[in-house]
């Protein structure tokens, strides 16, 4: 109680002395004791003899909730708004309070001075519309530091977009399925609200806020299982109001699609790091208002003050720098202009200066809520995220009604990945401040990690309704629509931000991005050298470029733009991941090259690559040991002296027309119907083309094997099947002189799976391996820059368990892509614990589940949180598959993994490890499998064109995909390797699939999450069945193989479209 008085006598002091700052420490005390509403006042009063007009109405709000009938508080709120030139707002507060104070008994004297400034209002509003009268009569010219004429200026404003200048800062590394954006945050120097009439907060003080309505944000793109490019750029719109601004802001970059992206996927990704990024802007006509000034020392302080924050304002940083460093000379615990040094050394980008400068600010006044605000900012600026949100959590206690930093903090969440916080930070942000763009589309990012499209793109579309020229949230709707695999409403966006700024380049990048994923190389390369030519020196475009170049076999464009993106000198991980894999990509290139000319059989990236350089290629490892220890590809110049694309491969001819038309047709057929899945008619056409390749040799094998069967007296039972040989051809490899990135020598054999007539050599068995093989091969020629390789021809890696991980929970991001199969696989996962009774820990170990209890909660369990809660540490167990061809035997199907990842993460993903021992034993399962189709239909029912009898071919035929799908041999592509497979055996047996697989539904995930491949079939067999169209047609296309007999060929044929 003593010390509240002498805190109040000291007060009176100050304020007869005019210190106003010193004032509102001491009030700020006070409030801390007792929340009494008259101190609130008193500071909304000291506040507005600083000026600082934004303070004054928030603490002037926070006295009205208190009592609504408080003159006081109307008349200095309406003071405010009308200083920051919004007079019909003030016009409304004050007639609000006049409307109070008649009825009820109120303070004569404040009464008098409500009704003296409500005429005083409303005679400059009917002066106002005179004014604009004469201004659209005549044509005026306002000199650059003029004054707007009209006090409502903030209403009749222009729009100015400019590209701004970034700088990088350290960056850490990121997982890749995240989604990614970034935010380039205003610093107020005050603690403000918005200016609504224009949406975008002013610097006024030493405390602030962001602009709200300006985030800036960071595209990435990752789609599930694809590597996401991501690229930044900082755009930003500028208003004038009373007078012109000064907006400079400090980005806070997330960390990305669907690499994902992602992807994106993605997306994005589509894979990440995040950063900080300083956005500085000047401008030379800002007016500033500063305190009154009189003859004593704490009001020449508080004139030195405001001219400090002017200063940064005006972003001149280094002279505001040393106007706080004479006040702080003079007293060093100053926290106004500690926190006004800090906020000027972050836009310096000297981040832990300002982080300096705020801590002592803290100390010296520990309820100073703007400076563990600042923190904050600074430190997620830094990719501090904990310790970011410990200091925004902090200065929520303070005002835990803040829009603003709910805004901040939600940002900060969204970029350490807690989305499920950010979502509620931001949703309790737009709440208390609907018009927040930035929360908006912040808002909508976080919700589509979680999985919640609808409330996602409500969120996006609301923020855009807002502001119809908010480029950044055009752009996040993209990212949006490509990840629902709806490209033509991602077009739609694409093309509104054009037609706001046609030279945003991250509008390029996206509709780059997006035409790569739909297959339309050529169009994609258009985007991406429009974004080069306003930003040269992109290496997430120039790999993309690169790429497309890549895939239609531009292969001088290609090399040119992978060493382009060598070339560079990067700030991130990330971005050197792309580095490593333009490394790669480059070799691959010329490998291709040098084969452009040859038969495209010959074409053998598992053969004659070398192990240790395929197994960098799909980990994105460091390429140091592969320079050291592979020999290297030769020079283009000498690829290209075996062949070039030729304009014959390009020519249109009856054969390769009639072939395109039924590829076009049947690979379609592919498609999946599924969230992250985009129609790629690339994709599309390869599948077509593999699969009556398929059907065309196949065919064939049958027919001499069937020749064997009628000619063969001995050994032959009823139905045909005759013991023989499986014959396994190891054909040379082509690649000579020790280009390829191979090791080996002349003299050694490849490796690759080939069949016999491909070679030459006349034999007619085919095994499962040649069967796939075929469209394993049309797959990695069509998109050259994924990976898609046999496993057990990599490295002795293979011996460790080299296999696939494909995640659906990364951390709390629902992966779009597979998601969808959550509930299924935790129940399968539940089921294996239930009949094992046990699992296996990440050392191998058994975790024993049979006692207490445990396996009754493991059945009640509904989450990754639940499961984990039960087992108490990092677990896998491994599903089975019945086998057919050793009866009562299981194989060891697919891995389901449970990690946990942070505080309230988890990595939920199915992992499916390619051992030695697990191969041989699906090795031997395909085999099998791949004998029961042949007998199936090269027995007495051979050439039949009767559905019921060849019953037993098409379960035949699903058998083998069942167990396909469950080996998961490839380091990608599995899924889609399979379903051409298949389409091409049910036509090689007169069946051709016509109908669409049903929306929801991905083939590959059937198989998995079955124990046996009868309960896979059943699965299939109800949509599948009834599309299956019996046709001889396909008999009468021309030879696959000879119309498209090279390499180049094959690589035209992929790549020419008639639009």
């Known amino acids: 109680m003593v010390s509240a008085i002498s805190e109040r006598v000291e007060l009176a002091k100050l304020c007869s002395s005019r210190d106003w700052s010193k004032a509102i420490r001491v009030l700020d005390s006070l409030l801390a004791q007792s929340f009494a509403i008259q101190d609130i006042c008193n500071r909304a009063f000291c506040y ?17 909730q208190l009592d609504p009938t408080l003159l006081q508080a109307y008349i200095l709120k309406g003071r405010a708004f009308s200083a920051l030139g919004r007079k019909d707002e003030a016009l409304l507060v004050w007639e609000k309070g006049h409307e109070h104070a008649l009825n009820q008994s109120a303070d004569l004297k404040q009464l008098l001075e409500l009704e003296e400034l409500l005429t005083a209002a409303k005679q400059e509003r009917s002066i106002t519309p005179e004014i604009h009268a004469t201004e659209s009569d005549s044509s005026m010219l306002a000199s650059e530091s003029g004054p707007p004429i009209s006090d409502k200026s903030s209403e009749t404003f222009e729009n100015h977009h400019s590209l701004s200048g970034h700088s990088k800062l350290s960056c850490e590394p990121r997982d890749a399925s995240e989604v990614q954006s970034k935010s380039s945050d205003n610093f107020e120097l005050c603690n403000g609200t918005k200016d609504k009439a224009r949406g975008k907060e002013h610097f006024e003080s030493c405390n602030g806020t962001k602009d709200k309505a300006r985030g800036k944000e960071h ?523 191979s090791t080996s020598s002349s003299s050694e054999t490849s490796s690759s799976y080939g069949t016999a007539e491909d070679k030459s050599f006349g034999y007619s068995i085919m095994s499962w391996q040649d069967v796939y093989s075929l469209a394993v091969r049309w797959r990695q020629i069509s998109e050259p820059c994924d990976p898609v390789l046999w496993i057990n021809k990599l490295s002795e890696e293979f011996n460790a368990g080299f296999g696939s991980h494909t995640p659906l929970i990364l951390g709390q991001a629902k992966v779009v892509r597979y998601f969808p199969n959550f509930e299924r696989t935790l129940d399968v996962a539940k089921t294996v614990m239930k009949d094992k009774s046990y699992v296996y820990n990440k050392a191998d170990g058994i975790i024993d589940l049979s006692r207490d209890g445990i396996l009754q909660d493991i059945m009640q369990a509904k989450s990754c949180s639940d499961l984990y809660k039960i087992v108490g540490e990092d677990f896998w167990l491994a599903t089975w598959c019945n086998s057919t061809a050793f009866e009562g035997k299981q194989l060891e199907g697919t891995r389901i993994t449970l990690v946990k990842m942070g505080e309230n993460g988890f990595d939920f993903a199915i992992r499916t490890p390619c051992t030695p021992a697990r191969w041989d034993q699906f090795d031997r399962e395909m085999t099998m499998a791949w004998e029961a189709v042949c007998n199936a239909y090269c027995g007495e029912n051979y050439g039949s064109t009767d559905f019921d009898v060849l019953e037993n071919v098409r379960d035949a035929i699903l058998r083998m995909t069942y167990y396909w799908y469950n080996f998961m041999p490839l380091s990608r592509g599995t899924a889609a390797v399979g379903l051409v497979v298949m389409l091409g055996l049910f036509l090689a047996a007169n069946m051709e699939f016509t109908g669409n697989i049903p929306k929801g539904l991905q083939v590959d995930w059937e198989a998995i999450l079955n124990f046996d491949p009868s309960y896979f079939a059943d699965s299939v067999k109800s949509w599948l069945y009834p599309s299956l169209k019996i046709t001889t047609s396909w008999k009468d296309y021309p030879d696959v193989a000879s119309t498209f007999a090279t390499t180049g060929s094959v690589v035209a044929a992929l790549s020419s479209y008639n639009d």
Not at 48 to 64: F, G, N, R, T, W
Not at 507 to 516: D, E, F, K, S, V
Request: some cysteine.
């Open 219 to 741: 595209f990435g793109s990752q789609t599930n299982g694809n590597h996401y490019i991501h690229d930044k750029s900082s755009y930003e719109s500028e208003s004038s109001n009373d007078s012109s601004d000064t907006c400079n802001e400090l980005s806070i970059v997330c960390s990305s699609s669907s690499d994902l992206s992602q992807n994106s996927s993605k997306m994005s990704n589509k894979f990440e790091t995040t950063c900080g990024e300083m956005i500085n802007e000047s401008k030379k006509n800002k007016k500033f208002c500063v305190a009154r000034i009189t003859k004593s020392k704490s009001i020449s302080v508080d004139f030195r003050l405001s001219r400090g924050i002017a200063e940064v304002n005006e972003g001149k940083y280094a002279h505001a720098i040393s106007i706080f460093d004479q006040i702080l000379k003079e007293d060093p615990n100053y926290p106004e202009a500690l926190i006004g040094r800090g906020t000027a050394y972050a836009f310096q980008r000297e981040l832990e200066s300002a982080i300096t400068d705020f801590t002592k600010a803290i100390q010296v006044n520990p309820s100073a809520c703007e400076a563990w605000k600042r923190r904050g900012q600074a430190r997620a600026a830094l990719g501090l995220f904990v310790e970011a949100i410990e200091d925004l959590s902090k200065a929520l206690e303070f005002e835990p009604n803040s829009a603003d930093i709910l805004h901040e903090r939600g940002i900060v969440n969204f970029k350490f990945k807690d989305f499920y916080a950010a979502v509620d930070d931001l949703s309790a942000c737009v709440i208390l401040d609907k018009d927040n763009t930035s929360a908006l589309t912040y808002l909508g990012l976080a919700l589509s990690s979680i999985g919640e499209y609808k409330r996602a793109e409500e969120a996006h579309l609301k923020s855009i309704q807002l502001d119809r020229n908010f480029v950044e949230a055009w752009g996040h709707l993209t990212q949006f629509y490509q990840d629902m695999a709806n490209p033509a409403k991602a077009l739609e966006c694409i093309q509104q931000v054009l037609q706001i700024d046609a030279r945003f380049s991250k509008a390029y990048h996206l509709r780059g991005l997006l035409l790569h994923a739909m297959g339309e190389h050529r169009k994609a390369i258009k985007d991406l050298s429009t974004e080069l030519s306003i930003e040269s020196a992109n290496v997430e475009c120039l790999y993309l470029r690169a790429s497309c170049h890549h895939a239609i076999g531009e292969y001088k464009e290609a090399v040119k733009d992978y060493d382009a993106a060598l070339d560079l000198e990067l700030d991130s991980m990330e971005k050197f991941v792309l580095q490593c894999l333009a490394f790669y990509q480059k070799e691959i290139a010329l490998y291709t090259a040098s084969k452009i000319n040859t038969e495209f059989c010959w074409f053998d990236i598992d053969g004659d690559l070398d192990p240790l350089f395929k197994e960098y290629w799909c980990k994105r490892l460091h390429p140091k040991n592969v320079c050291e220890k592979v020999y290297r590809q030769p020079p283009l110049r000498e690829s290209l002296k075996k062949g070039k694309l030729r304009k014959q491969d390009f020519a249109v001819t009856k054969h390769k027309t009639v072939l395109l038309q039924a590829a076009n047709s049947i690979g379609r057929r592919i498609q999946y119907d599924c969230a992250g899945f985009l129609p790629n008619r690339r994709q599309h056409r390869m599948a077509g083309l593999a699969a009556i390749e398929i059907a065309q040799k196949v065919s064939k094998a049958w027919r001499s094997l069937r020749a064997e069967w009628r000619y063969s007296n001995k050994g032959t039972t009823k139905s045909g099947k005759r013991a023989r040989r499986r014959e396994r051809i190891n054909m040379p490899s082509q690649n000579r002189g020790g280009a390829g990135c």
């Open 48 to 64: 507005s003899q600083l000026e600082l007009h934004k303070h004054v109405i928030k603490d002037c709000d926070k006295a009205l």
